[in-house]
């Protein structure tokens, strides 16, 4: 049983339209298109409250913020990606506008509820777009799921590899939750965003993404959002780093049109961690957004855009069976290919650039 609510919308401002009781002409200039409304919306779904954003009509396209944040990431790029698809933007579980229960909050757990909330509004194939830990959790869809991914677009994702930024890593630890009830505290506010200015001036990596870890501080107003970002957060990450990975099974992947994007300045997921995805994923594509951060979609939607959109507009939806998927799985071994054959010159080349990536950042 589900429960259908609509809220009032942060739409976009509509754009001016001509007016006037002249008939146009044939040389008249011809109205600008109306663009696309979005709508915040929520539904019901297993007894919690789920709000997502939706606009547009098309072929579907699925986008999954990362953690501490919420579907207003995605509010600067859903109105042109709207124009030839249905976008459907949700909030997490334990994010933004949707309930914040005591719960499973596990990447695989996250994509059941992804797959429950399509099926709520009767989509059946869908094109993924992940950040951060919505690609991790995009791949475990895609995994759990592969008859109903049309394509896989990861964006500066986790579960490609250990390493992650050190404030995770400490976020993760006993004690975060009394860390983070004291970044609310009167005047601490305004002494973390001094800081995180001060980093910015330095030039360092961490400087690209520091006004974006204020947005996941202002994110967490109260005890019950801040708990249900570390169950999240503990569920995917240790002090060691990132718990999960999808690298032992990315060779699934192989026939499942894949587009890696990432920014060559990432602090939070290194972007070595795209070229090692890369060079696992057979076929895949890889974009790297050269001095973006963890946020390449913020620090230049247009490029984003037009990536995203040549992608899906040039290839075919992954051609799914039961037969390959038991193929895939019995020939393939992670990190090889052997199913594909050509794929190994490819494969040796993305490796050197692997090891070059891993040079420069050690210099």
């Not at 954003?53 to 709207?82: C, F, K, M, Y």
């Not at 509820?113 to 950040?131: A, E, F, K, S």
């Not at 995805?277 to 247009?302: I, K, N, W, Y």
Request: proline letters at 8%; charged letters at 20%.
């Amino acid at each position: 049983m589900t429960e259908v609510t609509e809220a009032p919308a942060p739409e976009p401002r509509p754009r001016p339209t001509r007016t006037g009781r002249r008939r146009p002409g044939p040389d008249a200039e011809p109205a600008e298109p109306a663009e696309p409304v979005v709508r915040l919306r929520h539904h019901t779904v297993h007894g919690y409250r789920r709000a997502y954003r939706i606009a547009g009509q098309g072929p579907a396209l699925l986008l999954i913020h990362g953690i501490g944040d919420s579907s207003a990431t995605w509010e600067n790029v859903i109105p042109a990606l709207a124009r030839h698809h249905t976008v459907i933007a949700p909030d997490l579980l334990g994010h933004g506008a949707s309930d914040k229960p005591r719960a499973d909050y596990s990447v695989a757990a996250y994509a059941n509820g992804m797959r429950d909330l399509l099926g709520v509004l009767g989509i059946d194939h869908v094109t993924l777009v992940g950040h951060s830990l919505g690609g991790g959790v995009a791949m475990q869809f895609a995994y759990q799921f592969p008859d109903r991914t049309d394509r896989l677009i990861l964006v500066s994702a986790g579960g490609v590899g250990q390493e992650v930024t050190p404030l995770l890593r400490a976020a993760s630890l006993p004690g975060a939750d009394l860390m983070l009830h004291s970044l609310r505290l009167p005047g601490m506010r305004a002494q973390v965003g001094l800081l995180s200015r001060a980093v910015q001036l330095l030039g360092t990596d961490l400087g690209q993404d520091a006004a974006e870890f204020l947005n996941v501080v202002d994110g967490l107003p109260d005890a019950t959002a801040r708990s249900a970002f570390i169950s999240t957060l503990r569920s995917v990450v240790d002090w060691r780093g990132q718990i999960v990975t999808m690298l032992d099974r990315c060779y699934l992947t192989a026939g499942m049109p894949t587009l890696l994007l990432w920014g060559s300045r990432d602090s939070v997921i290194p972007v070595r961690h795209a070229y090692g995805a890369h060079a696992a994923m057979p076929g895949s594509r890889l974009e790297v957004f050269d001095g973006a951060g963890h946020f390449p979609f913020h620090t230049d939607p247009q490029r984003f855009l037009s990536v995203v959109e040549e992608f899906v507009a040039t290839t075919a939806p992954a051609d799914w069976s039961q037969e390959r998927w038991r193929d895939l799985l019995r020939a393939g071994r992670p990190g090889t290919t052997p199913h594909l054959p050509e794929a190994a010159p490819h494969h040796r080349a993305v490796q050197r650039e692997l090891r070059d990536a891993s040079e420069r950042s050690a210099t």
